[in-house]
């Protein structure tokens, strides 16, 4: 199969890569760039574990082709924060208990990114609103809203 | 009891970095190198005999390493939680749509996926059985051996027949429940290779040791030659329990001599693995006029699907809980657990009782209206005390009652109740309550722990409780920390590990907190002690004026200049380990086969849930506006922990009770994805209230219980009643969907 040259900014970095025209990103991600913290759930676009961002908005990574992200900013959960540097919302999903299995945390965080970026004082419907598309299982959402509620008043 | 300087406390888990991070590898993260990718070829068709299956093309296709069917199971071809009824692969019968035929282990998915198409498989259709009640007729086509009925649990006590002649009060109905999915965000996963000759496993699983025992079985090897690691895994719920990639990689990785990976997709995930048990039951209740209760019949029919699975379990403590959390002296029960060619049903958070709760709780709120009282008022007058008798006939002990949770529960509800602000929709407000036995239903479950105290004052803390989110690693160190004074942060938790970990039996049951807890608090005694007749003899002390506390020695509460660890070195260099080993076996009494009275469980949580809803009466959409949920957990050893039980556990409880179903026809689910199997987002949920109550367990690690599974027991059974209360007519069936409601409305003329 021929392969399509992309360029894109992956986490600040720029990034250039040779894929197959039917490679999903969620597969370029995880295995071209072993960055596993974007999970798969479900691989239909229904629970939201594969989020990333593309300029700036969240995206399921399992309905978007590599190709697609050509000349895009893409970020992923490895973006987010570093051990010496967590963003906000990772410190407070680990304080309030915002985390028990973790497979839906990624998406989760980047969902709520991209909510602060737009919007930094989020009213409590506007937080859930925001992380609708990512399922939870483990938490009942509340102690996840109230990590993004506490990293908002930050 | 002294302060308690940990347990206690929300210590911030010990998994959050990484997994905020996005650095936890599960099972699918993980990568080998020359690792192979493996498919299950799975059959489409319920009943079918196997007449043959060719896998010349597909073992001949460039890049496939290994095709696989029953006759490549050395050992045993057969699996099971309780009975060992369920082939690897499929050598004769097939009883289940998702039966493993073949094993594929390639260069890639997608060869391994071409490969199965290559795969060519003959069969014998023969009629199916899918409705549990038409297959405990003779005539039913039969799933297993000559009968569908699986398991019959009785419990009988006093007499039945003659209180039904005379009550005042004889309230009968017949309730329906649904299949429910887990729906763990993590599909079924994992990775197997060689390491010399020991066969690693390394998969998402709630119990590595039977998953060893199984893989040695199958494959008739000793059990040290397989070492199951536990992966980190994302959410169980019971439904990771069973078996699901774990024999088929020790297989492939066997036959290939390579690491070989075996991911499950969504449609796969549920297809396959284990469900909550649909159930018919039918149920009758006599209370004299005041309320009282007397008697309960109750007869239910279970269906577990084409196999046993954990089965007869769930209905079992189905049984043992259906009378709820009240004295009732006359029983009978009869809960059979019946063979279908449906999905198997298996074990699911609640395990029996989420079904039970809303019968009985429905029962107890008709009785009350009969006989007068308020739905609070016939839950105090009759709820089980200590010194109760149970339908077992155990005698309680326990220093609560029921009150204790639902009268905080109801409060929180009630100074919160709101009115709805358009005619056609109506509030109501409704309860569940319930009590919860710890840990396997009178069955030895032992649990062991493993502990290695260094002389720095850190420690490795080994068990076989498997963490799956619940967070009992951090649970387990906390336990450890407190006892011997140590700092939490520096105990390092090794878990689920065949190789490494004693046996710490299945995280289900609610039972790691208590039962691995304390075993680790009997580990960290055992170090302890050598610890404290050290210091005795160094200081010239009284052992009981020792204590060790926040990393410091402490004579008669007193701070000394001697650290915890300073003790731990003057040990170890006199020659004294400090290390120490500890297990744990709840002291229970089989129940008796003809009457089901024993001993089930060591102890009880109770728990109550009120809701309060709004039914559209011109939709019939039933929104949950507030949940309350009252858990007696005996000592919350991590606070937010417990709270981020009570909060899940309601959530997936509302999502049984109005929103999940897993539909079947002939066999075939018709909601294998999150597009058509909905559980609640963060749009659906309510406001839910966790209250923690605590009424410490003697036999408990600082008095804890367990509490993973009662917050889903109670929501469904609230939640019909509120809606009960808010329009006037019941609904008997779940999940309570718009079109249910409006049928009891059209039926009771009320629209």
């Known amino acids: 199969m021929s392969t399509v040259k992309i360029n894109f900014i992956l986490n600040n970095k720029p990034v250039s890569l040779e894929v197959a025209p039917n490679c999903r990103a969620i597969d370029m991600l995880r295995e071209n760039l072993d960055l596993t913290g974007t999970k798969i759930g479900c691989g239909e676009g229904d629970c939201g574990a594969c989020t990333i961002i593309i300029d700036g908005n969240t995206a399921n990574s399992c309905m978007v082709l590599a190709a697609q992200l050509d000349g895009k900013n893409v970020v992923t959960i490895e973006g987010l924060g570093t051990y010496d540097k967590l963003d906000a919302l990772q410190q407070a999903f680990i304080d309030e208990g915002a985390v028990q299995c973790g497979f839906c945390t990624p998406g989760m965080l980047l969902s709520a990114k991209v909510l602060l970026d737009h919007n930094p004082k989020p009213s409590r419907q506007e937080i859930m609103q925001s992380i609708s598309g990512n399922l939870c299982r483990c938490t009942g959402y509340e102690k996840i809203a109230n990590a993004i509620e506490k990293a908002s008043s930050k | 009891m002294a302060e308690l300087s940990i347990v206690g406390k929300s210590v911030i888990r010990k998994d959050a970095l990484d997994k905020v991070l996005g650095k936890t590898r599960y099972s699918a993260d993980i990568k080998m190198p020359n690792m192979l990718h493996a498919k299950v070829l799975r059959s489409t068709v319920a009943h079918a005999f196997v007449k043959k299956i060719d896998v010349t093309k597909a073992a001949a296709l460039p890049g496939v390493h290994a095709v696989l069917t029953a006759k490549d199971v050395p050992g045993l071809n057969g699996h099971g939680i309780i009975f060992k009824d369920e082939p690897v692969l499929v050598s004769d019968k097939i009883r289940k749509i998702g039966d493993g035929l073949a094993l594929v282990a390639a260069e890639t998915e997608e060869i391994a996926q071409q490969a199965l198409h290559l795969i060519e498989v003959e069969l014998e259709k023969i009629p199916g059985v899918f409705d549990a009640v038409q297959a405990m007729q003779e005539d039913a086509p039969k799933v297993q051996g000559n009968s569908n009925i699986l398991a019959l649990r009785k ?22 429940t649904q299949m429910q999915e887990h729906a763990y965000i993590e599909p079924e996963a994992g990775i197997a290779y060689m ?50 990639v774990q024999i088929y990689l020790a297989l492939l990785a066997l036959k290939t001599r390579r690491p070989v990976k075996l991911v499950y997709s969504r449609e796969e995930s549920i ?56 004295e009732v002296p006359n029983v009978r029960i009869y809960a059979y657990t019946v063979y279908t060619n449906n999905p198997t049903a298996g074990a699911m958070r609640g395990f029996g009782v989420p079904q039970i709760a809303f019968a009985y709780e429905q029962q107890m709120d008709i009785i009350a209206q009969k006989a007068g009282i308020s739905p609070l008022e016939i839950r105090l007058r009759n709820t089980l005390k200590n010194g109760s008798v ?159 506390k926040n990393k410091w020695v402490f004579i008669n509460d007193k701070q000394t200049d001697i650290t915890v660890a300073q003790l731990i070195a003057r040990c170890r260099g006199k020659g004294t380990m400090t290390i120490g080993h500890g297990w744990y076996n709840p002291t229970t009494q089989p129940l008796d086969d003809e009457m089901g009275q024993g001993e089930p469980y060591e102890v009880y949580s109770f728990a109550s849930h009120v809701a309060e809803v709004e039914v559209d009466t011109q939709t019939g959409q039933v929104e949950v506006v507030r949940i309350a949920a009252a858990h007696d957990v005996g000592q919350a050893v991590n606070p937010l922990h417990v709270e981020g039980q009570i909060e899940g556990g309601t959530i997936m409880g509302v999502g049984y009770g109005i ?32 209250i923690i109550v605590e009424e410490s367990a003697n036999t408990g690690p600082f008095g804890a219980k367990g509490l993973g599974e009662p917050p889903l027991c109670a929501p469904a059974a609230a ?21 249910k409601v409006l049928k009891a409305l059209q039926a009771a003329e009320k629209i």
């Open chain 2, 195 to 244: 390491e010399d000759d020991i066969i690693v496993v390394k998969a998402a699983t709630q119990n590595t040791h039977f998953d060893c025992r199984e893989i040695a079985r199958n494959l008739a090897l000793p059990q040290s030659r397989i070492r199951m690691i536990q992966a980190p895994t994302g959410g169980g719920f019971g439904g990771k329990l069973d078996v699901s």
């Open chain 2, 155 to 176: 419990i009988i006590r006093g007499n039945v027949d003659t209180v039904f002649e005379t009550a005042d009060i004889v309230v009968e109905n017949e309730y329906v």
């Open chain 2, 390 to 548: 149970t339908s077992t006939g155990q005698v309680m002990n326990v220093k609560g009652n029921i009150g204790n949770t639902l009268m905080p529960a109801y409060e929180k509800v009630m100074e919160n109740k709101g009115q709805s602000v358009v005619p056609h929709k109506k509030r109501g407000v409704g309860m569940g309550c319930l009590y919860f036995g710890i840990g396997n239903t009178g069955q030895p479950n032992p649990a062991g722990a493993f502990l290695d105290v260094m002389e720095d004052g850190s420690a490795h803390l080994m068990v076989g409780a498997a963490d799956i989110g619940q967070g009992s690693n951090t649970i387990l160190a906390q336990i450890a920390a407190e006892e011997l004074g140590l700092d939490f942060k520096d105990i390092k938790v090794i878990s689920a590990d065949t190789g490494v970990t004693p046996d710490g039996g299945a995280s289900s049951a609610s039972r790691q907190t208590y039962i691995s807890g304390n075993a680790t608090l009997k580990a960290a005694k055992v170090v302890k002690e050598k610890l404290v007749n050290e210091i005795v003899v160094w200081q010239s002390v009284s052992l009981e004026a020792v204590s060790l």
């Open chain 2, 719 to 739: 939640i019909a009643n509120a809606v009960s209360q808010a329009i006037g007519v019941r609904i008997n069936s779940l999940p309570i969907t718009p079109e």
């Open chain 2, 271 to 326: 297809i396959t693995s284990s469900k909550r048990h649909p159930c018919v039951i039918k149920y009758k209740t006599a209370a004299d006029k005041t309320g009282k209760l007397l008697a309960v019949d109750v007869h239910v029919v279970a269906d577990t699907g084409a196999y046993s699975s954990y089965g007869p379990a769930p209905v079992t403590r189905l049984a043992v809980h259906a009378a709820g959390p009240y």
């Open chain 2, 659 to 690: 929103y999940e179903e897993i539909k079947v026809a002939n066999g075939n689910i018709r909601t294998p994805s999150f597009a058509t199997y909905v559980i609640p987002t963060a749009m659906d949920i309510p406001i839910v209230d966790a």
